[in-house]
Nanobody, 126 residues
Framework: QEQLVESGGGSVEAGGSMTLTCEAS????????MAWFRQAPGKEREGVAF???????RYGDSAKGRFTISRDNDKRTVYLQMNSLKPEDTGMYYC????????????????????WGQGTQVTVTS
């Protein structure tokens, strides 16, 4: 069974940057779209960034222009580079693997992802 392992979270001041990493198997990265979701206390899970096996990318509205998702199959890692962080970016960030393979574009709904990491906490202080 695939395991996704996130790391890189922590606390940062508003305006700062942070990079999250998600380790996965080579099979996963070669065949499945990947995504980052986040969830703040009392709020629903929100899609942040999505990337397909052919590196087509999509972003949630809150991430556009500030966050960048990327993948490195050689390192078996998916990254989320976050710049210009705001206090409202605070939350638990989860890496996820799409359920289906062979998709032309990355799916955008959390229900389309069936494998999740344990999450890494990001806290942005003002």
């Amino acid at each position: 069974q695939e395991q996704l392992v996130e790391s890189g979270g922590g606390s940062v001041e508003a305006g700062g940057s942070m990079t999250l990493t998600c380790e996965a198997s080579l099979y996963t990265l070669m065949h499945h779209a990947m995504a980052w979701f986040r969830q703040a206390p009392g709020k629903e899970r929100e899609g942040v960034a999505f990337i397909n096996t052919n590196s087509i990318k999509r972003y949630g509205d809150s991430a556009k222009g500030r966050f960048t998702i990327s993948r490195d199959n050689d390192k078996r890692t998916v990254y989320l580079q976050m710049n210009s962080l705001k206090p409202e970016d605070t939350g638990m960030y989860y890496c996820a693997r799409a359920q289906l393979t062979g998709l032309l574009t990355p799916p955008l709904q959390s229900s389309q992802y069936d494998t999740w990491g344990q999450g890494t906490q990001v806290t942005v202080t003002s």
